[in-house]
């Protein structure tokens, strides 16, 4: 459901959007980013569609974009595969590049803009450099947006070291802030999150994509 809020021309939400985590099971975010938990304790480490522990652990981190990606799918109810098999699409279309060092280069927005638009009903506007009041204007009935903050955001009340590094999902906004489900967020920070604009500009790398579903 999606809903204008009363009282307020600038204000729109959508309501149920499904919240789903980088790993397993939301319980099992604070250990993991917190205490370096091994995440293949979790007993739900498969549900994404893993099989192999050692893939998962090295994927489960950097997913907060595929995982932006299958809250907007299932709440708009277009069929995709799991977020492992999301996962091996994304890398035939080049939206991660493994490095010479081990690491990933990724998500790269413009390979996921092209893939997303082949592979889903959805279209997908790459906004590089974007004030975040912009982006959050985006948001409407068939539209949310994915915006790069630092990972830090899951604690808004702790002075940032730094801007970007991680996607969430932005999907209601009002004049003064926003609503958002953050992948690797804590609770109380983690599903149908509220922060006012000044609180999320500290975050914020001013860089985003708007998701808008095409019309049936």
């Known amino acids: 459901m999606s809903e204008a809020l009363p009282h307020d021309e600038a204000a729109f939400r959508h309501r149920n959007v499904p919240y789903y985590t980088q790993w397993g099971s939301r319980e099992w975010v604070l250990?993991?980013?917190?205490?370096?938990?091994?995440?293949?304790?979790?007993?739900d480490w498969?549900?994404?569609g893993f099989?192999?522990?050692e893939r998962y652990r090295f994927?489960?981190?950097?997913?907060?974009?595929?995982t932006c990606l299958e809250s907007a799918l299932d709440f708009w109810r277009i069929a995709h595969p799991t977020r492992a098999a999301l996962l091996d699409a994304a890398l035939a279309h080049?939206?991660?590049?493994?490095?010479?060092?081990g690491g990933v280069d990724g998500l790269i927005y413009r390979p996921f803009a092209d893939?997303?638009?082949?592979?889903?009903?959805?279209?997908?506007?790459?906004?590089?450099?974007?004030?975040?009041?912009?982006?959050?204007g985006s948001i409407g009935e068939d539209a949310m947006t994915i915006?790069?903050?630092?990972?830090?955001i899951r604690y808004p009340e702790r002075p940032n070291n730094a801007r970007g590094g991680h996607l969430i999902l932005l999907h209601g906004r009002n004049d003064d802030g926003v609503w958002f489900h953050n992948p690797s967020g804590v609770a109380p920070h983690q599903a149908d999150v509220y922060l006012p604009f000044d609180t999320m500009e500290r975050f914020y790398a001013r860089r985003g994509m708007v998701l808008k579903r095409r019309p049936a």
């Open 31 to 43: 250990p993991i980013v917190e205490h370096d938990a091994d995440p293949c304790e979790d007993p």
């Open 59 to 66: 994927w489960a981190s950097r997913l907060c974009g595929l």
């Open 115 to 136: 893939w997303v638009q082949r592979t889903f009903a959805i279209d997908v506007d790459v906004l590089p450099d974007a004030p975040l009041r912009d982006l959050a």
């Open 94 to 101: 080049g939206v991660y590049r493994m490095r010479d060092d």
């Open 46 to 48: 498969q549900r994404c």
């Open 51 to 53: 099989d192999d522990p």
């Open 147 to 152: 915006v790069s903050v630092s990972p830090e």
